[in-house]
Structures are given as C-alpha cells and as structure tokens.
C-alpha cells in the first residue's frame, strides 16, 4: 500500500470519528418531555378541508395553538369559522391571502404597489382587527421564495424594503405585534431585514423556515445584534424537506450539531411550525412526529419547552 492511500484512511477513520464526537445525545429528561409538551404551531395555513380536520390534527398531536400565517389553496375555511372552532387557540396572520391574490392578478411587480386594491382594503381594516384581536400580525409574507418554494408557479423575489411591507411593519408596531416573512439569505435581502429591525423595535419579526440558505454564523449574528427577531423551524426536518443539506434535523439522524448549538445559544428565539398545505395536507402527524422525535430530544428541557410553545406564547401573546 502506497503512502498516499495510507494517509487518506487515516484521515476517513480520523475525520468519522470527530463526526461521532460531535453527534448530539438525546436527554433522557428530555425524551419522556418531548411525547407529552404541548406544542404552539407559529406555522399553520389552513387548506382546502373542513375546520374539523384542522381542529382534529390539532387536538391529536397536542397542539395546543396555532397560525402565525394564514390561508392556502382555493376553499380553506373562513378565519372566522376557524376562531369559531378554536377559540384564542387560533392566531390568524394577516396579508397572506391578499400576497398571493396580487401576485397571481398582477405578477411580483404587483406585490411591492400598495395602491393594489387588495392592499388598500387590507390596510383600510387592519388596524381594527389587530386592535380587537381578531387577528394577530401578518404573515405568510412571501418576499423571496425564488429557491425555496416547493412550486414553481409560486415562485418570486421582490425587494424586501418596499411600500407594501412597510405598511405593514408600520401598522404591526403601533399594535407591537408580529410579521411573518419567508425570505431568502442573501445580501440585499438581510440588509433590508436588518433596517426593518432597527426602525421598528416593537415589531416581532418571524423568519419562516429558519431563513433558507441562511448559515448559521449569519443567523447568530443577527440574533446576537436584534432582540426582535426570531426564526420558525417548518421544513427543517426531513418530512417536508428532501434535501439533506437544507434539514436541521430527522428522526433517523437526529439533530445536527451546529443547529443544536444556535437553539442553546438563543432558546428564547426559535419556535416550531408545520407549514402542511397542498400537496402535503396528510403530513400533519408526521411533522409532528419528527419535531417529538427527532429534535425535541436533544434539547436541554427547558429550551424544549421555549421552543416547542413558550416562546410562541410570549411572542404572540397566547392566552389558554
Ligand atoms: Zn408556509
């Protein structure tokens, strides 16, 4: 055997065994707490099936809240028949409806005109309902999904500082209450983030799907300089997300490190969410289930009970 091939399976066998090291364990106090906490979904659309189907995988899974975004598909049920069904369980997110309305009518370019007639009347009652509670923030606010939207005909990327989500930061801060966004890393996009942060402090601002091709070192950045904001963890487990570079965790390889790290780091700042909707409507039970198996575990219990709903509580104000 040649040297070089020597050096090369020294260094597989050392290299594999740093990996092993650095494989996070699971709590044993931890793994009995993760089949029982009850969970607050910050990422729950409704879709085209009855209010009891929602309600039902709720009650089933022990999701005790849910929302944080609003509506899918062609004939969800009304935000009224869902609060009729689950009470303050159910915290609607504005704008989501009105986003993809626009975009669908006038193409991304639509999206950024606030003079759009679906803006002008959201904007016209928004006040009130976040005032009377009838609806909580704004969200799903897609502003760049170019590279992670499951579909193709959903795909966009605007400007993230523009008229309409101003409005929207503006009104969300005189209610201090919360914005949704789904976005993408890059430059110019963390740089407008980065202003909405500073200009509107009251403002709770949620990252869906814990900011996609976000690295964490930018991540710890951003949550070490902006006590607002916070990311959501819907397709970072492997159920809805295929792609293995893009998971945080799995129930068959548990949590990756570096993931775990940032939860320990900033426990106050990560939450859950489902983010089921067409074609995925049945997957319910099992995004829960991975969220009980495969990264509630690992977490020190008390980060595990922040993550899975006490932050959601604090955040969106949750009441029993
Ligand atoms: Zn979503």
Known sequence: ????????????????????????????????????????????HTVDRLTSFHKEQMDRNNVKWGGGVGPTGKNPPSTQDMQAALGNRYFFGLGQ??????FFAAGADGLTNANSKSFVDLFKVADNLLETRQAYGFGEIHVDNNNSSPSNNFRRKVTLDNPVVRTMYEIAN?????????????????????????????????????????????LRDLLDQHPNIYFELS????????????????????VKDIWLK????????????????????????DVMTGFRNGLFPYLQPETLKKVAYQNAVKVFRLTE
């Open 235 to 254: 397709r970072k487990g492997a159920v809805l997300n295929e792609k293995e570079a893009g998971q945080a965790f799995s129930i068959r390889h548990g």
């Open 174 to 218: 005189k209610h201090s209450s919360f914005i949704q966004i789904h976005m993408e890393a890059d430059d110019a996009n963390i740089a407008a983030l980065k202003k909405y942060l500073s200009e509107f402090p009251k403002v709770s601002t949620i990252i869906s799907h814990g900011l996609p091709y976000g690295k964490q070192t930018l």
């Open 262 to 285: 940032s939860l320990e780091m900033y426990p106050d700042r990560f939450m859950i969410g489902s983010d089921t909707h067409y074609p995925d409507e049945s997957k319910y039970d």
């Open 97 to 102: 409806a009105e986003f993809t309305q626009v």
């Open 1 to 44: 055997m040649c040297l070089h091939k020597l050096v090369l399976i020294a260094f597989v066998v050392l290299s594999s065994a740093a990996q092993a090291q650095e494989k996070p364990n699971k709590i044993q106090e931890s793994i009995e707490l993760a089949k029982t906490v009850p969970i607050a979904d910050v990422h729950m």
